[in-house]
């Protein structure tokens, strides 16, 4: 890699994950050169197309860009594997990609919830780029995890580590509605969605392979209940776990186990307080609390992360941090 700092592309650089990439790499102290590809608004300044952006350039079409470090590819799922795999071919150094193309290990499961998989030669070779779990990612193709999957697996792994029994998982989430991407649609209209909040995608949303496939890679857990909520905020996203097992512990035990595990990781704190999303808005952290619903005899924990931060571009920075071993905080420190 260059000594005159990073080469690093973004694709897709328009949608709100692009868009909040850009404005984080843009302030990134290691990074050289950045381009930003948008098939949508290639030939146009950025600053034009989002005037929130103090950011000078212009947007390019995808073939424009050539030779770099780092890539991050924020398509939708299904479109993002092609252009992982000629980033992959072409060789760049490190590809994080943030669609759910990488994230299940199987063909089988990802066919079973997303349909085809385009690019199945390189789903063993991605790193769930989960670190205050799995650590640093390691080789060239990150998958940057959901963001529901980030606050639920962020809240379980430490219980599933250590408890055994587990009888059942139910995850109640509220998200705002820059979760659903950019491109309008009925049900994220201002007027769908202003003034109401309602279930959707349960019981078959797809990040529920995601959260369970992973978790199971630290414990044993049953299958999981998903049941996310659209509710009538920009920004972030609220878990509620409900957790049926057997010798429920103490909430000090808990949040004992957060503590623990968390340790050395800067943006995952527990807190006796439950977390609101205005605690997580527009930073790159994950709150997390627990109680234990001693009538019912349940554990409940709780999770907060920005979607749009923690729960994909963030993270998706706070990896290639960790992946070319600078500091996980580095150009995000004031998203602490
Ligand atoms: N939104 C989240 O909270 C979130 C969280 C975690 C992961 N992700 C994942 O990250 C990826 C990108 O998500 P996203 O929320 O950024 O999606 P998005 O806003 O829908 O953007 C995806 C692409 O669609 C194009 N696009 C932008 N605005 C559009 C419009 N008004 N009409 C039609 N097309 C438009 C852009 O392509 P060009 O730039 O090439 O023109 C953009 O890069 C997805 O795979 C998603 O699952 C999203």
Redesign the pocket.
């Known amino acids: 890699m260059g000594g005159m700092g990073l080469k690093v592309g973004v ?8 868009v909040e990439l850009v404005r984080l790499l843009a302030g990134h102290p290691e990074i050289g050169a950045l381009s930003v ?5 290639a030939g146009l300044g950025i600053g034009e197309v989002h005037p929130q952006l103090s950011v000078d350039g212009t947007y390019v079409s ?1 073939e424009e860009i050539e030779d770099l470090d780092v890539a991050f590819v ?4 299904g479109e ?1 594997a092609e252009t992982v795999r000629e980033l992959m071919r072409s060789g760049t150094h490190l590809v994080i990609d ?3 193309d990488f994230r299940l290990p199987h063909e089988e499961l990802y066919g079973e919830w997303y349909g085809e998989h385009p690019a199945p030669e390189l789903l063993m070779e991605a790193h769930y780029g989960l670190p205050e779990v799995f650590g640093a990612p390691a080789g060239r193709l990150v998958a ?1 995890p ?2 529901y999957p980030t606050a639920a697996i962020l809240a379980l792994a430490p219980v599933v580590r250590r408890m055994e029994g587990i009888r059942s998982v139910t995850i109640n989430a509220l998200s705002g509605v ?7 649609s009925v049900k994220t209209h201002f007027v769908s969605v202003n003034e109401s909040a309602g279930a959707y995608g349960a019981p078959r949303h797809r990040h529920t392979p995601e959260i369970e496939t992973i978790l199971r890679r630290v414990g044993e857990v049953p299958d999981v209940t998903f049941v996310p909520h659209l509710i009538p905020i920009t920004r972030g996203e609220l878990e509620t776990i409900v957790v049926d097992v057997e010798g429920v512990p103490e909430a000090e035990e808990v949040l004992g186990w957060y503590a623990e595990d968390y340790e050395d990781w800067v943006f995952v704190e527990a807190r006796e307080e439950y977390p609101h999303v205005a605690h997580v808005a527009n930073t790159n952290r994950c709150r997390l609390s627990a109680a234990v619903d001693s009538r019912a005899g349940k554990l409940l924990l709780f999770s907060a992360v920005d ?2 931060l923690k ?2 571009s963030g993270a998706a920075v706070q990896n290639m941090n960790l992946a070319l071993g600078y500091e996980e905080d580095l150009g995000l420190e004031h998203l602490e």
């Open positions: 694709y897709g650089g328009s949608g709100y994950a692009g590809a948008s098939r949508g608004y995808p924020a398509y939708g799922h993002s943030l669609s759910a940057n959901g963001c820059s979760g659903a991407g950019a491109k309008p979607n749009l729960g994909a």
